[in-house]
């Protein structure tokens, strides 16, 4: 059993930042791939952003040059800064494992991102 647990959502202005942490329960090293996704009302989850440790992140299009994902191996922590915030951006925001060997995925139970003026 795999527990993450999300913090740093909220509501933000147009333009602003918010930066997303989600810490797990077991040791990065038996991680393959973290990765944050998000759902907004009436749509479909969708990949934001996605590392595997030790290896290069990717983006969806649209939220890159804004979002920088990494990770952190002491805290086993993977984090999402995101900049220019736009109201587009407004979602639940879930945080991803995929652990070594079993494959198997496990989720946050989600974090509120609202831009709104």
């Known amino acids: 059993q795999v527990q993450l647990v999300e913090s740093g959502g909220g509501l933000v202005q147009p333009g602003g930042s918010l930066r997303l942490s989600c810490a797990a329960s077991?040791?990065?090293?038996?991680?393959?791939?973290m990765g944050w996704y998000r759902q907004a009302p009436g749509k479909e989850r969708e990949l934001v952003a996605i590392i595997t440790t030790g290896g290069i992140p990717n983006y969806a299009d649209s939220v890159k040059g804004r979002f920088t994902i990494s990770t952190d191996n002491v805290k086993n922590t993977v984090s999402l800064q995101m900049n220019s915030l736009k109201p587009e951006d407004t979602a639940v925001y879930y945080c991803?494992?995929?652990?070594?060997?079993?494959?198997?995925?496990?989720w946050g139970q989600g974090t509120q991102v609202t831009v709104s003026s």
């Open positions: 991803n494992v995929v652990i070594r060997i079993s494959g198997s995925n496990w």
């Open positions: 077991v040791s990065i090293f038996s991680i393959y791939a």
